[in-house]
């Protein structure tokens, strides 16, 4: 959400701070991923049995049939000739139409969702090369949420710190769209004499560079906490009357996102062992003078809009499922597909972290094939499982058994 500076519509990991099947019959047996190259990590995707994947039978699989469900509703939407990722991983949109339409319901057992998943995908084991022959399976995981915060519509003395709605002359663009090799790259900025030049920084709008050019969505009591939503992307705000509305990513500044945790680090202030989102909040408001410009370390900045209905939204553009929403790098990655995970960390019930996700999300600093951000809700409860939470797993994409994968041409 989270993207992250973000690259979805829903935020950064905690870690910031820190940090259907269109094919036919035939191609049943021609299932095997190529090996794909991301901006700095190589993936490789290694077939498995379902007997293979950790806690298989054990697991609650009928819990993320609603996440699937609304992944798939969206996927039955679009193009079937559109690819799922950049780099051609997952195929195209078309071949995932049978497996998307004959989805469970969400009512259904967890014994017929495992039953579901064995007859319409396989299951891969994928992992970041750092050779050929010497593959990492094991990758980095990290958990986000939706945070509380306590706003008004109006500015006064007590709500006097601004979340801005997207500026008039922010101007948002796709490389992908002049080069094929820059997909999935993203860049902002505005006009200035004909030329668009990089647009103004956090400490820029801190400073009241956008103040003529973007309109306040909502005005919030604490810099640390709207700093923080701008790491979430995505968060609810109690109104004086009590109502609660929620607030979404619609943009950012096209500044490289920069984490004030590592900064915390490097000057001795949190050790690397205590780093989390609680131990970041808990440095600034023990330092108040030090706070803005410790902030404004990291220049990237979030745009907000209002979120009516089901929330928050992800990148594939669904609301996304505490517990089993996963942001991914979708350059490596396909959005909508279900991934399963076994990461070393205490789930809702202090169980190891064995279940069926859907790759809904990304963020800026979700990059790599085997890197994953759990979306765990919204509130305190949620809150505490996502900030501490920097875990090592592995990861297993689920593909259509008619799948034929191949590199783009």
């Not at 309109?215 to 009591?221: C, E, I, K, Y």
């Not at 009357?241 to 945790?261: E, K, L, P, Q, S």
Request: proline share 7%; charged share 20%; with cysteine.
């Amino acid at each position: 959400m989270a993207k992250r500076i973000m690259n979805s519509p829903l935020r950064l990991s905690a870690l910031l701070l820190f940090l259907v099947v269109a094919g036919c019959a035939q191609d049943r047996a021609a299932v095997t991923p190529p090996e794909t190259t991301g901006a700095s990590t190589a993936a490789r995707f290694k077939p498995l049995a379902f007997s293979e994947l950790p806690q298989w039978v054990a697991g609650r699989q009928g819990e993320a049939l609603a996440a699937l469900s609304r992944s798939c509703s969206k996927l039955l939407r679009r193009s079937p000739a559109q690819w799922m990722t950049d780099k051609s991983v997952g195929g195209r949109v078309g071949d995932w139409t049978l497996a998307c339409r004959s989805v469970p319901s969400s009512m259904a057992g967890h014994d017929e969702a495992r039953r579901y998943f064995e007859t319409w995908f396989q299951p891969y084991e994928v992992s970041a090369s750092r050779s050929a022959t010497n593959p990492s399976e094991d990758g980095l995981f990290t958990g986000y949420f939706e945070p509380n915060l306590r706003g008004s519509l109006n500015q006064s003395d007590k709500f006097n710190i601004p979340l801005y709605q997207r500026p008039d002359d922010l101007v948002l663009v796709t490389l992908g769209d002049w080069r094929d090799k820059l997909r999935g790259e993203r860049i902002a900025g505005r006009i200035i004499d004909g030329r668009l030049k990089p647009y103004y920084s956090r400490a820029d709008i801190e400073a009241g560079a956008i103040k003529a050019t973007a309109r306040p969505l909502v005005w919030v009591d604490d810099p640390v906490d709207a700093f923080f939503l701008h790491i979430q992307g995505s968060g609810r705000v109690v109104l004086p009357n009590g109502a609660v509305v929620r607030a979404g990513y619609d943009g950012h500044n096209g500044h490289t996102y920069h984490a004030i945790g590592r900064y915390l680090i490097e000057a001795g202030q949190i050790t690397s062992e205590a780093m989390s989102l609680q131990s970041i909040r808990a440095w600034l408001k023990a330092n108040p003078k030090r706070m803005t410009a410790m902030m404004n370390r990291n220049p990237s900045y979030i745009f907000f809009r209002w979120i009516n209905g089901a929330g928050p939204i992800g990148a594939q553009g669904v609301p996304l499922t505490p517990g089993r929403s996963l942001a991914v790098d979708p350059s490596i990655l396909p959005l909508g597909a279900p991934i399963w995970v076994s990461i070393d960390y205490p789930d809702e019930t202090g169980r190891p972290l064995r279940r069926m996700m859907v790759a809904q999300d990304t963020g800026g600093a979700i990059k790599g094939a085997v890197r994953g951000d759990v979306f765990w809700g919204h509130g305190d409860a949620a809150g505490a499982l996502a900030g501490p939470m920097k875990a090592a797993g592995r990861l297993y994409l689920f593909l259509p058994k008619a799948l034929k994968v191949a590199h783009r041409r």
